[in-house]
């Protein structure tokens, strides 16, 4: 495929880099089969501890040069990077919808977020401000500033293949960070086509080599990011299950993690809400990237004055999508990532029938022509109740769980009601309603949206949730602060030295 040798991928692929220089390694293969077709694309080797200790040591010996770089000419480089994202995104977007499976405007999607980042980090370049304070003392100036904080661990996921470490690399870069980067084996390819994009601007800068380290791996290459004291700061996004791995580890050398997991969505429909923005929104957050998204929508929670209308909308725009490869702009939705994500997908059916969930939109497995893969499967929606254990439970995949309500308070219990906070919405014309949503007695989310889905947050927010999702933010506002140190400042421009509590000595 054309798309494939312009981003530098063979057959064959090597998955150790410490920016512009690649290394061979002891390491076992990694296939990646692609979920549209089951084709094999390519396969790349994984790191061996000496392949991952040397992009380390590299790392270390990188930062002292670049921490010294000024920010706006960090930030040069980072602009560069975005244009030159913007010249592969063709092709990279392709590489993502094919490798992971999401519809080719997502795969496009997800490498504008890349160049959006660019475009954000190279503003936060020339505005990495601190603080200044009031000193008590006489003559005496107070500030804080903040200093870069050295090598940051970037484990990220198969669903964001891309996106998800550009949201970390860009700001840790223009903080004066050096970034490590272990992405999910379900997607190696993408991210041996970005340290690829990335050393050619990097060579014509000479940035150090280190800046950017790849050290692809499995869950063992995880474990020695997550336990090295070298690494001040682990970025982890994934499951909850692993997520609380990676926080232990870290927390057990006190190290700083930021946690990006599960999220179980939901969507309070009003019954003063516009109809027609609610049944879109929900749509596109429940099958959105075949439902594998942190922010897929997984709950609707309907007023009872609406909800058979609802639910009758909703059933007839099931009925109109169209399923199929993602490559194709008229289908809707693509595959899962692999027959693991289907099987279970097909266990959670039968977990929430075994509760005693009604199925108003039937799932399963798509077979013949085109869905060869066996990874394509049906949206599906359930009537269920609140309490039933699959509802409380993230499923990587699109099923959507109905659930009525009576008053305001009732939905707002129902949509806090899970051990997950990522991402909630509710679709009301009402503005109590959606003022007490956005209060502090309302969504205990990271994100609550008003008349808008739970999935498609802009760069320009901090992104991240509460709970068991992790309490980690990244992206815009000052989510950039975690990938550097604060430091107090005082400065004594007097002739006296006036100590705490007035203490004297005769000297």
Known sequence: ?????SLKLTSKNKGVST?????????????SYSPVDGKLIGSVQVADRANYDLVIAK????????RTWPAPKRGEVVRQIGEALRQYKEPLGKLVSYEMGKSLQEGYGEVQEMIDICDFAVGLSRQLNGSTLHSERPQHRMYDQYHPLGIVGIISAFNFPVAVWSWNTMLGWICGDVCVWKPSEKTPLCAVACQHII??????????EGVSGLVM?????????AADTRIPLISATGSTRMGKAVAAAVAARLGKSLLELGGNNAIIISKEADLDIAILGALFGAVGTAGQRCTTTRRLIIHEDVYDTVKSKLVSAYGQLKIGDPLDQKNHVGPLIDKDAVQQYLQSIEKCKAEGGNFIVEGGVLTGAGYESGCYVKPCIAEAKPDYAIVQHETFAPILYLLKY????????IQNGVPQGLSSSIMTLNLREAELFLSAS?????IANVNIGTSGAEIGGAFGGEKETG??????SDAWKIYMRRQTNTINYSTNLPLAQGIKFDL
């Open 471 to 476: 309490g980690g933010r990244e992206s815009g």
């Open 59 to 66: 790392a270390e010996e990188a930062f002292k040069v670049w």
């Open 217 to 225: 791996g499995e869950r063992e290459a995880g474990e020695w990011l």
């Open 19 to 31: 920016g512009n220089t690649w290394f061979e390694s002891t390491g076992k293969w990694v296939d």
């Open 406 to 413: 009576t008053t305001i308070e009732e939905a707002i219990e």
């Open 1 to 5: 495929m054309e798309f494939l040798q």
């Open 199 to 208: 050393s050619e601007v990097f060579a014509k800068n000479n940035v150090p």
């Open 442 to 446: 309302g969504s205990d989310c990271g």
